[in-house]
């Protein structure tokens, strides 16, 4: 029976053929919207490090107060003093702190003109916290973070290169002019949204193709390259600066049960509230400890644009399931003495109900394949609307070619129920007669 | 006018009638606020710096190394950068309108500091600044060379001399007599107005102090470096393509950047607003799409409507209708289901406008866009009934006589 009712609904569609081509544009239009603007927010507001979000925490503490704040949110990042005490207390199974530097790579050959690249100070747990890929060799170990060792992690793209893509742990790489040895080679590794670093990057930026230890960074007084903010003049110099109230640092720990992650946001408040006790801050303690996915979302990742533009396609949408409804009234309607035939030859209401919406199906899949071919253009035309370190992540993959499919068929499968509800209910005799 | 007929007509075909009704509502609700948005962007885009923007030329700059002190090195490049052929004048500084990136504080009237300050994004710049940006000094004078000081990343901005865009002016004074009076930009370091400039705009495309601008006397003693070029008319490409070769000529131990190292005016431009105008032309498109495709909709339920009435149309016309009759009927039933639809439409857009006003921080909706949404949607209603109208008005009247 579905392969005549599939007949007859191809049949229906060739005989009206500007009725059939209007809700086939429709259906095609609105679901190519939609899933355009869809696959951006997909990629703004996708997991970055799904194996691991619920265990990697950032760490917040209110170090400017009520006064400074907005609605109780404490700062963004840490100051030097409050990031380096909770480095140390390793409260956390791991721990790690980052910071963004500008750094300029000066290759051997004096005839290479230097390179910029972007760079983070950061600890040895940075790398299996983030599980980080390695090509050659391995990170740097906690033991060179406590020596301030001169050691680096470069990319897989910075190898390439310096050393046309060889061998180069073990060889020196000059940042500045200060030499460090380097000790990994990772893949250009940047998961979207930037989760570790998202108040500098707003979410979405390339990877850095350098890595340095923390303290080492420090101690060459190495600049931010990030966002700096200070509620106090921090008076002049690097030792005022790091003595600061100044936010500039993230400190990400890695806590693998609910039970550590309640012990640590214990430690936490214990500590602020040990500085409202020392007389440093004069509020009660106020922190917060996010996993991955709650932090992008405080952050607010993803971009304002995506989704207006994803509600306004979804509206869209519904416009054109409405047109659609109206159109396969006029269509299923106007067969009216067909059905009463039909019901009168001892068809049931189901009957009908099977042929129609299997008519409506067809609809479907004519406009899932158009919305197909327009979702593909529309996704290639993203870096027209959205800025292309967004639109870059937003691809056409098979999970979305086919949720295309999916959606253009069951949208004109319930734009068909009414209009398939009172086809069922024409009278056959009353049909009949008036003929 | 025959509206009683057609109302009686309508109450038979409920279901189309709510149908296109809701349609013309749900467009409307989203064609205004669409193009409101549209509207939005596009007045972003529109804003004006204070500049000349013409035949302006912006170069990031890194020097590589430590060597202590950076003075010299940007000395001996803005003298290079000067003497270039097709360069007018040359200067150097920390940022530069719609750069998004760079430094602000805030101004205060008192040397203690307080709560009455308000925020301003920082320039640095030397006595070539105004006239290199085009900036127009409206009151004071410009800064003379002897008055350039240098700073360090180590010390705190503020000379003893600045100079102010209007708007800043008057937010911190006022009576509007700012000239010569003092602010501080750090406590307890007095510096004095000694120019206004009409206007100059932050780096920032988001804040709300857009136009409030402090230019100081000073060199920022730094290896991150932004030259600003005004070239000769005509010699924007030239100078363009041959500015890093001078820089590097100069110096190699430097970074100017693959991505965005040196760019003209019209470049930085097009990148500040690149959300905006894709997010104007997104709407647009959604707008003109959605207006065909109810527009389409309009024309394939009236045609049936035309085809379900050809009996009762015949009847008429041998009972004496004109052709005009017909054709002002579907009209006028059209226009009436339009109405109902622009009504509920107006309330939808109305409230989608206030949900999005408190999800993203958008403006109100202004009445004008309901209105032209308004406009629009009865005409395209009437423009769409028209050719269906027409072959009703067609019917010959023996289709009365006809049983099918």
Redesign the interface.
Known sequence: MFSYYLQLGLRSLRRNP??TA?MV??IG??VA?SMTTYSVFRATSRDPIPQKSDVLYNVQLDNWGPENTKEGEPPPALSYKDATALLRARKAKRQTVTYPI?V?V?PEDPSR????QGAYATGADFFPMFDVPFLQGRAWSIDDDEKHADVAVISKSLNDKLFNGGQSVGKQINL??HLFRITGVIKDWAPQPLFFDVPNTSGFDEGASVYVPFNRAVDLKL?NNGNNNCVK?PG???ENYLRSECIWLSLWTELPSKSEAQSYREYLSGYAAEMQRSGRFSWAPNVRLRNVMDWLSVQKVV???S???LL??L??L???L??T???L???F??RAPEIGVRRALGASRLDIYAQFLIEAGTIGIAGGVLGLVLTGFGVLGVG????ERIARLATLDPTLMLLTLVVAITASIVAAF?PTW?AAQVQPAWQLKS? | MQIRPILAALRRHK??TI??A??IA??L??VC??LF?VHERLDRVRRTTGMNEANVVAVQN?Y???PGTYLPLMKTDLQALRSMPGVEDAYVTNSFPLRRGGWSTTAQRTADGGKDGVQSALYFGDEHALATLGAKLVAGRNFTSSEIASFT????PAPPQVIVTKALADKMFPDGNALGKTIYY??GRPSTIIGIVEKLTVPWIDTDFIDNVTIMPLLFDS??QHFILRTKPGQQDAVFKSVANTL?GVN????L?EKNGVRTFEMVRAAAY??DR??A???SI?CG??LA??A??I???S???V??RRKQIGVRRALGARKSDILSYFMTENFLIALAGVVVGVILALGMNQW?LT???MQRLSFTYVLVGVVVLLGLGQAAVFAPALRASRVSPVEATR??
């Not at chain 2, 990343?153 to 705190?156: G, I």
């Not at chain 2, 190699?252 to 970074?255: A, D, G, K, S």
């Open positions: 500007v009725l209007l544009m429709a239009f609105g919207a500008g300029s000066i003109l230097p390179m910029r500045d002019g600049p003049d002049e110099g690097w971009p304002r644009e989704q207006v533009s306004v396609s509206g869209f519904v416009i054109c409405v047109n409804i109206g159109l009234l006029a269509k309607m106007r027209l609307v959205f800025p009414y009172r003929n | 279901a189309g149908l296109i809701l349609q749900l467009t609700a989203i606020n669409a948005i890194l590589v190394g430590s990343r180590d010390q705190q750090i406590k290896s991150y590097y190699r131990m430097r970074v950047p690149d959300a894709g997010m032309l997104l709407m959604v799409v959605l495709i109810t389409a909709g024309v394939g339920l045609s049936f409507w085809g379900q999005m999800q993203f921080e049983s099918v």
